[in-house]
Nanobody, 114 residues
Framework: QVQLVESGGGLVQGGGSLRLSCVQSGSIFSIYTMGWYRQAPGKQRELVASITSGGDTIYADSVKGRFTISRDNAKNTVILQMNSLKPEDTAVYYC????????WGQGTQVTVSS
């Protein structure tokens, strides 16, 4: 059973940075497409960024140039580096692992003050 544990959320002022980490256990990490999603109050969950097993990345238009997703297969970890944060980035951020099924972490709160 795949398990995902996120860390790194918190409160930051606008313009600041945060680094989210997600550690996977229970399966072979390197074969999964890993992603970060977010859900703000009253809104649907949306894709922020994803990275395939081959290292190909995609980003939501709203975060391009500010966020960077990366993975360390030796540590079963996917990282989301978030720079130039804006109040509209405030949301619960979820780690996702996808192969034949979707697996989700418990979420970590990111709050950006103006």
């Amino acid at each position: 059973q795949v398990q995902l544990v996120e860390s790194g959320g918190g409160l930051v002022q606008g313009g600041g940075s945060l680094r989210l980490s997600c550690v996977q256990s229970g399966s072979i990490f390197s074969i999964y497409t890993m992603g970060w999603y977010r859900q703000a109050p009253g809104k649907q969950r949306e894709l922020v960024a994803s990275i395939t097993s081959g290292g190909d990345t995609i980003y939501a238009d709203s975060v391009k140039g500010r966020f960077t997703i990366s993975r360390d297969n030796a540590k079963n970890t996917v990282i989301l580096q978030m720079n130039s944060l804006k109040p509209e980035d405030t949301a619960v951020y979820y780690c996702n692992a996808r192969l034949h099924n979707n697996y989700w972490g418990q979420g970590t709160q990111v709050t950006v003050s103006s």
